[in-house]
C-alpha cells in the first residue's frame, strides 16, 4: 500500500512562506516519482512541482517557478515543498502523488499510482 500524508498548510499573507511535507509509509519513495498538485475551489487540479527520485530532476509550472522548490530527504522518506512569496492565487489544497516509471514529468494526475490527502493553504491579506 503506498500510503502519503501531507502535512505544513495554513493560513499566510501575501509574501510569506510555508513548507508543505509527504511523508511517505509502506513503500521507498527513492523508486517514484513525486508531485505536488494543487485544486482550487471550482477548478481542475494541476500540477505545480515535479521531483524524479532516479536521477534528481525537478520541473514547476510557470506560474511557481522561482517561488517553490520541491526536494527530497530519503532518509526521512519525505518529500518536500518549500513555498515563498506566496500569493492569493496560491490558495488551493495541495496534493503529493507518487508515479512509478515513465515520462517525467507527468502532467496528468490520473496517471499516479497514490494520492495523500491534501492540505490546504490558504493565502490572504
Known amino acids: 500500500q503506498l500510503l502519503l500524508v501531507e502535512s505544513g498548510g495554513g493560513l499566510v499573507q501575501p509574501g510569506g512562506s510555508l513548507r508543505l511535507s509527504c511523508e511517505a509509509s509502506g513503500f521507498s519513495l527513492k523508486y517514484y516519482a513525486i508531485a505536488w498538485f494543487r485544486q482550487a475551489p471550482g477548478k481542475d487540479r494541476e500540477g505545480v512541482s515535479w521531483f524524479s527520485s532516479s536521477d534528481g530532476r525537478t520541473h514547476y509550472v510557470d506560474s511557481v517557478k522561482g517561488r517553490f522548490t520541491i526536494s527530497s530527504d530519503n532518509a526521512k522518506n519525505t518529500v518536500y515543498l518549500q513555498m515563498n512569496n506566496l500569493k492569493p492565487e496560491d490558495t488551493a489544497r495541495y496534493y503529493c502523488?507518487?508515479?512509478?516509471?515513465?515520462?517525467?514529468?507527468?502532467?496528468?494526475?490520473?496517471?499516479?499510482?497514490?494520492w495523500g490527502q491534501g492540505t490546504q493553504v490558504i493565502v490572504f491579506s
Open positions: 502523488g507518487v508515479k512509478g516509471l515513465g515520462p517525467f514529468p507527468a502532467y496528468n494526475w490520473e496517471d499516479y499510482d497514490s
